[in-house]
């Protein structure tokens, strides 16, 4: 019996090239367009899962992300790199103070950064290398609002060690954790995290990307 995989994207730009590859067969995977941001993420996927009459056995979430830019010394993801998450923690959930974001009590919040580590993970990178396509590791920063400058994006990438920045993938890991759902998130790199040049993003080609490598992934899996 082939497994059954739920793929997320937050656009329908993004689910585009995803569905493409399949040629119009995607009976080994259910699609998910939760719409941008965490809130309708959530509750999105929530209301999906709890409808499903067919069990599903993992999530693969991906799309496009803005790469944070590292220090000297450190691997830095280029335009159009792809990107596994380690983990996903609600980077900018908070007190906002003028040069940080100290995060509230864990008594009051709970968790805000989840693990995405784990067989899935291992499976996504072996299944991207096998067909020659690097990507790169780390933290994933899910944010409400996107960093518009360096100076924020420095402060996050800091706070976090983050390597990626978005605004859904810590939503869905938490969505994921409550159903005991394995989750992979995947993301291509779209832009740099800096003062906002939209001139230089690559939006359209980074969505191709993401949606070639997460539907490599979910027909190995399937397998």
Known sequence: VDTMILAVAATEIEMQPFLAEFAGDAS??????????????????????CLLEQPVEAVVNFGIGGAYLQ????????????????????????????DEIVPLDR?????IMYSLGGELLEAGQRLLESHGLVCHTGVFITVNGVSGTLCRGEMLRARWQGICENMEGAAVARVCREFSLPCLELRAV??????????????????????????????????
């Open 190 to 223: 779209s832009n740099y995290v800096e003062d906002r040049q939209p001139a230089s993003w690559r939006l359209h080609e980074a969505c191709r990307e993401a949606g070639r490598a997460a539907a490599l992934i979910i027909k190995g899996l399937s397998v």
């Open 107 to 111: 008594s009051l919040t709970g968790e």
């Open 71 to 98: 220090p000297a010394g450190s691997k830095q993801p280029a335009l159009l790199d792809l990107c596994l998450a380690e983990q996903e923690v609600l980077g900018d959930f908070g007190i906002s103070l003028p």
């Open 28 to 49: 080994s995977c259910l699609t998910l367009v939760t719409g941008v941001g965490p809130v309708e993420t959530a509750v999105c996927l929530t209301r999906f899962l």
